[in-house]
């Protein structure tokens, strides 16, 4: 089996790599377990959901798997509430940059979704198998099949078997924290806002969703350590009924009113993560390139900016280069690199910043946070930077 390009790995990432490289008119295949996300019923909601930004809708768009998306399972995020461990507070409105919306709260199954019924449309060839050697312009899967390409893309998550095969450097770094992930049912509105408060080394988030027949509905997001994590993990449900509310309007105290648990509670590890993003015949995407902590919500957007700056070097570069030359995919590295290293030290730093208690410190980012909401002009640019733009 011979291919100009194969993505490894048939995640949002993965799949929206095969599907802009194919729109470009590249000869692409997907190389991953073929596996499609079923439709949820009415009023049921995929546990996992994005923050989709500005620049990753319009990607999105253009590829037409925005507009293949039930709208009514989209949320759009007007407004960002962020408070401190005292009494800081940052408010961002779409109105302050002159957008229509900060973001939109998607599920990460409808994209997937959309994405795979995209790629059944376009003929993409798909090798439902999984990697097993690597060799520079070929790969073995675990079936036996020996597949040829110019170049390989890893979009195989952060655990990335790509990465690992073609022996790519890859730094990583454990918070010990646990994401928490569910939905909710809240006594008041959300009024289309992003809710984010620090407290005790712990960030919690509430994301608005569509509203149900049970009332408003938000998405938890709440990063806790490892203990905490395993500690409401291991709940019953009629326990975890009655603690986990508890504690979060205990943090949240009581902005959106009563809440309930209405979906099953999923926990993943946190942690830090960069790689060596190119090799010859090599360029990795999305998680398999780098991971950052969940508090600003922009690790997809991260990954898809990856994949329509790699989607643009390749179309753009030399008709005597291969996909595979090291000089155009190190386009690629080099035109990631500061976004990449701006998201990493803005997230690291700003999750060391409340996770220290040295002397001061409370005060300072806490001043820090009010002088951040007098000043229009630095929430205008913490909001293009959060769109991408």
Partial sequence: MKHEVIVCGAGIAGMTTALALTRAGVDVALLAPKKVSAPMQAEQYHPRVYAISEASQALLASLGIWGAMPQERITPVDAMQVHGDRDGQVVLDAWQAAKPHLAWIVESGEIE???????????????????????????????????????????????????????????????GDQGLVTHLTCEKPHLNTAYQWFRNHHVLAFLPM???SEGHQVSLVWSVDDATAARYLEMDEATLARALPEALNEVAQGCLGALKVRARLHGFPLTLEKAQMVATGVALVGDAAHRVHPLAGQGLNLGLGDVKVLTQVL??????????????????ARTRAADVLAMRVATDGLYQLFARDLPALPFLRNAGMKLVQQLPWVKRQLIAGAAGS
């Fill in 315 to 332: 179309n753009e570069k030399e008709a005597f280069r291969s996909y595979g030359d090291l000089r155009v995919l190190e386009r690629y």
């Fill in 113 to 175: 979704r959309a994405l795979f019924q995209a790629l059944t449309i376009y003929g993409v060839p798909w090798l439902d198998d999984t990697l097993a050697t690597w060799q520079p312009g070929q790969v073995t899967t675990t079936g036996g099949v020996t597949v040829q390409a110019q170049l390989f893309i890893g979009a195989d998550g952060a655990r990335s078997p790509l990465r690992s095969a073609a022996a790519m450097a890859h730094q990583k770094k454990d918070y």
């Fill in 210 to 212: 569509p509203d149900t």
